[in-house]
């Protein structure tokens, strides 16, 4: 069905019919409910420490049992996050500081522990590069910039082998 031919549908409809399918849709599918959830009660800050802590655990995860959990380092659970973010309408500070977040508590860890995965450098790039595109699309790069600059200035100390990948990024700005 085409948008056209659903707003032609819906003009048909009167106003209990419509309440009745839009509770129904929200009854039946779980993501019109956390759509709708989130437009009457958005508790961004809430979702921003729980993001946060999901991440951080992908990292520095929980102990269990009186013993340490191996870390995933998965991208891919921030991810998650800021796909959902941005389908809730999530205020772009928001979803920049979660892309930055990730970053930069990967580069934590790397400066703690010795990764060998080229997976997670070339990980780190992509999110890098995902989110200087996300800052200047939405015309809050200057806001972040200390931040860019702060994880660039990680992949020098920390001689990451991409460091010249992220130098690239930068250059397009003045920084």
Known sequence: MSKRDLKKYLAELNKEQLEEQIIELY????????????????????????CKLKISNEYYPM????????????RSVAQKYIKHFTLLGVDPFIIADVMLYNIEIAQTFSSEHIVKQDLFFKSMFNSFEQAVI??????????????????????????????????????????
Do not use: C
């Open 27 to 50: 009854e039946k599918f779980s993501p019109v409910k956390v759509y709708y959830n989130f437009v009457f009660n958005p508790k961004e800050e809430t979702l921003l420490q729980e």
């Open 63 to 74: 102990k269990k049992l009186g013993r340490r959990s191996k870390p995933k380092m998965r």
């Open 134 to 175: 996300f800052l200047i699309a939405n015309g809050i790069l200057n806001d972040f910039k200390p931040r860019i600059i702060a994880i660039h200035n990680q992949t020098i100390v920390q001689k990451w082998y991409n460091e010249p990948e992220f130098h690239t990024i930068m250059e397009r700005f003045e920084y």
